[in-house]
């Protein structure tokens, strides 16, 4: 069975930095682009960054240079490093991993991130 755990969410004041971890099972993680959403209250989910098997990244412009994405297939996780937070990070945020072609999507369950004073 297919599973997607978060991990690494938490309280931050503005300017700090955390660094969330997805790890992956029952699946062949090398195989699938990933990415880390988020979704704030009222709002809808938005893409953060995303990573391709191949390891070519995108990412929101509101986190360029900011935020990393990085995946280590040999531990099947992706992780996103997030420096120089704001207020209006705060969100829950999701891990995905997706094959499009083949019409394959997985949603983890989602890590609580809140950046305040």
């Known amino acids: 069975q297919l599973q997607l755990v978060e991990s690494g969410g938490g309280l931050v004041q503005p300017g700090g930095s955390l660094r969330l971890s997805c790890a992956a099972s029952?699946?062949?993680?090398?195989?699938?682009?990933m990415g880390w959403y988020r979704q704030a209250p009222g709002k809808q989910r938005e893409l953060v960054a995303r990573?391709?098997?191949?390891?070519?990244?995108n990412y929101a412009d509101s986190v360029k240079g900011r935020f990393a994405i990085s995946r280590v297939n040999a531990k099947n996780t992706v992780y996103l490093q997030m420096n120089s937070l704001r207020p209006e990070d705060t969100a829950v945020y999701y891990c995905?991993?997706?094959?499009?072609?083949?019409?394959?999507?997985?949603w983890g369950q989602g890590t609580q991130v809140t950046v305040s004073s």
């Open positions: 995905n991993a997706e094959r499009r072609y083949y019409g394959e999507e997985y």
């Open positions: 029952g699946m062949i993680f090398s195989l699938y682009a």
């Open positions: 990573i391709t098997a191949g390891t070519i990244t």
